[in-house]
């Protein structure tokens, strides 16, 4: 054992064994353990069971396959042809997902995948769904979702109707149909953040959400220059002090979530995102599903390393904490006002797609990430 990470995972191994290999050196030495070309189209979005055993992806062939994330095989696959899918969540209840429509209407469907059979449909959303995660709070029968018709939903999965809508208003003259919007838990589940318009960051009270924002800041412009909008957001697990706010261009903001400060910018993955013809005449949901949804963008379970799939089909990471402290030293030198450079990634896992990938999870209880483009690659670390 490396003398100088040595105390560091004896003290991790007492909390949590999984983290044992979240070192730098593991983290550095990802490679490919297994990849399956299933899908026709690009996978749209990656989601881990409760115990980590399993995934679920949507893809744009308009399937939900189920995989095995110990053998490294395909259990089940469905299809939505009808109304399309994305977005799928399994839930707490074993052998039920839940996934967004894409088409037709915008109803989140509740399937049971072992016997193909619908057991609700959560009506609502008059807009393209555009977040939905379950509660991660233990035992909790709640998923939440965002649209483009500008709502956030809390959802009982016992329940058709929604236990709670809120309409964020944006003070900092932004829109929905100009900027979307996105939402996400913190690890607690009991604060959810919402980035409306693309202009606007609020942060609210799960328990209250009605009573409005607890605490909202503006999205700084230098994010959101030629027409960029926030495509998703997400905050870091374990101890959600940092959000995540995926950027259309490619660029992932780095925010304080106490504060709701920009904190660092790390660079994109995708060039081509960054200089797209004619981009500032692409409705903001266009350019959010261009970016995914910012479903390419994903953390380790300690939250101290970022991955994001790039467009060349690599897989690129950050050692998070370090950047934060380098983008705090800067912040404190200078006045403020000058701009935060992008942050290069510090390393490219070992292999690639064969084509730009769209989706990224990390699994939450084994050492393993699983990402996607139109195949499905299992990555673990060869340390």
Not at 116 to 144: A, E
Not at 235 to 251: C, E, K, Q, R
Request: proline share 5%; aromatic share 6%; with cysteine.
């Amino acid at each position: 054992m490396d003398p100088e990470l040595g105390a560091e995972t004896l003290a991790i191994l007492r909390k949590d064994p999984l983290k044992q290999a979240l070192t730098r050196a593991a983290i550095k030495d990802f490679q490919i353990s297994k990849l399956l070309a299933d899908n026709k189209a690009a996978i749209t979005s990656l989601d881990h069971d409760l115990s980590g055993a399993r995934c679920v992806t949507t893809s744009l062939d308009e399937s939900l396959r189920i995989y095995d994330c110990v053998r490294g095989t395909r259990e089940h696959v469905s299809y939505s042809k009808k109304y399309g899918c994305n977005l799928a969540q399994f839930t707490t209840h074993p052998g039920y997902i839940a996934y967004a429509s894409t088409k037709i209407n915008d109803t989140i469907r509740y399937l049971s995948y072992e016997t193909n059979q619908y057991l609700r449909y959560f009506v609502g959303h008059k807009g393209m769904v555009t977040s939905l995660q379950r509660s991660p709070i233990p035992g909790s029968g709640t998923i939440l979702s965002a649209a483009m018709d500008g709502t956030v939903d809390l959802w009982d999965l016992e329940q058709v109707n929604p236990v709670s809508v809120v309409k964020p208003s944006c003070d900092s003259g932004g829109s929905i149909e100009a900027g979307g919007i996105a939402a996400a838990y913190d690890p607690s589940g009991t604060a959810i953040a919402v980035a409306v318009g693309s202009t606007e960051i609020q942060l609210f009270d799960v328990r209250k959400l009605t009573r409005g924002p607890f605490m909202s800041s503006p999205v700084e412009n230098q994010l959101t220059e030629g027409g960029v909008v926030v495509a998703g957001v997400q905050f870091l697990p374990t101890v959600g002090d940092h959000l995540l706010l995926a950027m259309s261009n490619g660029t992932i903001a780095v925010l304080d979530a106490f504060t709701l400060k920009r904190q660092a910018v790390l660079s994109s993955t995708w060039p081509g995102a960054a200089s797209a013809p004619n981009n500032t005449d692409l409705s903001a949901l266009e350019k959010m599903q261009r970016s995914f949804l910012g479903q390419n963008v994903t953390a380790a379970p300690d939250g101290k390393t970022v991955i994001v799939g790039g467009e060349s089909g690599d897989i690129a990471f950050w050692h998070i904490q370090e950047v934060l402290s380098s983008g705090a030293r800067h912040l404190n030198s200078s006045s403020g006002s000058k701009p935060l450079a992008p942050v290069r990634p510090d390393g490219n896992w070992n292999g690639s797609h064969d084509g730009p990938v769209s989706a990224c999870a990390f699994n939450p209880h084994m050492m393993e990430c699983v990402s996607g483009s139109r195949s499905l690659a299992l990555w673990t670390t060869a340390t």
